[in-house]
């Protein structure tokens, strides 16, 4: 397994669509960075900066995080599919090995390069919100969680898609992934506005509409986590010690955090979809 | 035996495939596997290698279940759609493999492969600059990395001019005098009759011919001869003795299962008080052999 994961971690290094999204990515950042030079230009204390600031740092991180989700699409969704259409796959599955140990080699050399590529992407974002001055206080264990939380949102995406593609073609699995983010996002965004709604004290109309939106979130958050994981990163990244939280109300923040119930399930999650990726792909027939 | 299969089955919703092989190849034999496109060839050597799954019946290769890990430690592949990683160079790709048959060290024996299928001198360009020879040439080498106990080599010369496919044969041949055992698919008849000890010709998935090459050949030897005072009492016994008989105006030409009947049909010319002007014999070619296995197969 450790030369598959070798060689999946030197290969997507050498993929076109690791250079381009690598391009993107600083391309974003350069954007990025020049908004917070003209934002931080003007002096800032009161409370609504803060806030303000934190809805700025929030929508770098949503972004960020989007572009990682991208990354992984590009470089996983034919790992395994794409082996099998190109002919690759037979000369490596007549070799002494379990097919286990190609979907899992596949996932854990992905991830490596994921986990760099994310954490870079992350702490770029904090960083330059730190350089420009930002008047959020992040003590080293908001950004350790925020960065454990950052990098866990696409290892589950990337379980997902390599499951998938152990199963499908490169096309489904490319819709399926599409798809798949598409809806947590949407689930995520209308699960905020149920929250707001209860919060906002609407009457009892809002009150049971808001529920439902709720709901519908979760079910989505069923599906695929990942929006779930990134409101519990910025959660935790936002949270001050003390307790205050600049967690930001809107799009890109978070007002609802998911349980611990929520975490056992992704935990499952992960293991169901790696286990019966790898279990379907050893009974293919090649 | 090195590989063993008992009524080996695969299919693919009940269609296409191969039906109940039974086959055994012997240590140190070149095992040629006939049969026309779609007969069931590649499905076979996939389905030995552990790529698809037997619908029934049962396989060993020396001795290990098909399927397992342990049956393919000592297996080298040439599959037939060859493609390799094209963003690795040839070295790395054969190092690549090495790793996977967990090879410590493997420097030298890439080196000596690579000089046995003449590359030498192209190890440190990418695979997608790779002819489609060099491709082949190159995945036959990755075939023999693990110093294999049999070699599955499915249409190994597809992709090579004239002078690679000596090569390969060459290749073969010396693989034959280490000990080794090749299973041999191929379209190239004449490939197959210069080295192959022993045949299978599949059709339709189903095994039609099998045994040692010089053996079935031998069961298919042409005779022509001409003859005078002949009595249709002699014609009548000869044609009882031979396949695809024809007489006319004293020529006879007929084919004869068994080498040895044709003496006993000299003899039995010369007893019946007709004269013998001539006798040729010539034995068939396996392209003969395979057209006439093929086509009574087609008819029945």
Redesign the interface.
């Known amino acids: 397994m450790i ?1 598959i994961i ?2 999946t971690f030197k ?1 997507m290094l ?2 076109r669509a690791f250079l381009l999204v690598s391009i993107l990515s600083l391309l974003y950042l350069s954007i990025y960075a020049f908004g917070l030079s003209k934002i931080f230009e003007r002096p800032s204390n009161s409370i609504y900066d803060i806030i303000f600031q934190s809805e700025i740092l929030s929508a770098g991180l949503f972004f960020a995080n989007f572009i990682v989700a991208f990354l992984v699409v590009l470089t996983s969704v034919n790992s395994i599919s794409g082996e099998i259409e ?13 097919r286990y140990e190609l979907v899992l080699g596949k996932f854990i050399g992905l991830s490596i390069m994921i986990v760099l590529y994310s954490s870079i992407m992350f702490l770029s974002v904090v960083g330059l919100n730190i350089w420009f001055g930002s008047k959020i206080s992040f003590g080293w264990d908001n950004i350790l969680k925020g960065l454990f939380f950052f990098d866990l949102g696409p290892i589950v995406f990337l379980a997902l898609i390599i499951a998938s593609s152990s199963i499908f073609s490169t096309i489904n699995t490319g819709i399926i992934a599409i798809m798949a983010y598409g809806i947590a996002l949407v689930g995520g965004v209308l699960e905020q506005i149920g929250t707001a709604m209860q919060q906002s004290q609407v009457g009892a109309f809002g009150l049971k509409s808001g529920e439902s939106l709720i709901n519908a979130g979760i079910i989505t958050s069923l599906i695929l986590p990942t929006d779930v994981i990134y409101r519990k990163m910025t959660a935790e990244l936002l949270t001050q010690s003390s307790g205050i939280s600049f967690m930001t109300q809107g799009l890109f923040g978070g007002m609802s955090q998911p349980s611990i119930y929520m975490f056992i399930y992704i935990f499952f999650y992960m293991v169901f979809l790696l286990y019966y990726g790898a279990k379907r792909f050893s ?1 293919r ?2 | 035996m090195v590989l063993e299969t008992q009524n080996l089955t695969k299919q693919f919703n009940g269609k296409g495939g191969f039906k109940e092989v039974t086959l055994s190849v012997e240590k140190g034999q070149v095992f040629g596997f006939l049969g026309p496109n779609g007969a069931g060839k590649s499905t076979f050597v996939k389905t030995m290698v552990g790529l698809l799954h037997p619908t029934s019946g049962f396989a060993w290769i020396l001795g290990k279940p098909i399927g397992t890990v342990e049956s393919r430690e000592k297996v080298g592949f040439l599959p037939e759609n060859f493609r390799y990683h094209d963003w690795m160079t040839g070295k790395e790709l054969l190092t690549f493999h090495a790793e996977l048959y967990k090879i410590k060290n493997p420097g030298k024996k890439i080196d000596e492969l690579l000089e046995l299928v003449k590359l030498k001198g192209h190890e440190s360009k990418l695979i997608k600059n790779y002819s489609k020879g060099m491709q082949q040439r190159i995945g036959i080498a990755i075939a023999l990395l693990n110093d294999p106990e049999i070699v599955f080599l499915d249409e190994p010369t597809s992709a090579l001019d004239p002078v690679g496919r000596i090569e390969v044969r060459e290749i073969i041949k010396e693989l034959k005098s280490q000990g080794k055992t090749v299973f041999l698919n191929s379209h190239l008849l004449s490939e197959v009759e210069m080295v192959c000890d022993e045949v299978a010709v599949i059709n339709h998935g189903r095994i039609i011919a099998q045994g040692k090459l010089e053996e079935l050949l031998k069961e298919h030897t042409h005779v022509e001869m001409i003859v005078s005072d002949y009595t249709s009492e002699l014609i009548e016994k000869i044609s009882r003795l031979s396949k695809e008989f024809q007489f006319k105006e004293g020529k006879l030409s007929f084919k004869v299962e068994d080498r040895e009947k044709i003496p006993i049909i000299a003899k039995m010319v010369i007893e019946a008080d007709a004269k013998l002007y001539q006798l040729n014999t010539q034995t068939s070619s396996l392209e003969d052999l395979f057209i006439n296995l093929i086509g009574k197969d087609e008819v029945s």
Do not use: A, R, V
Not at chain 1, 86 to 98: A, C, D, E, N, Q
């Open positions: 030369t070798k060689y290969e050498k993929k190109s002919g690759t796959i037979y000369s490596i599955l007549s070799k002494p090995i379990k009974q027939d090649l």
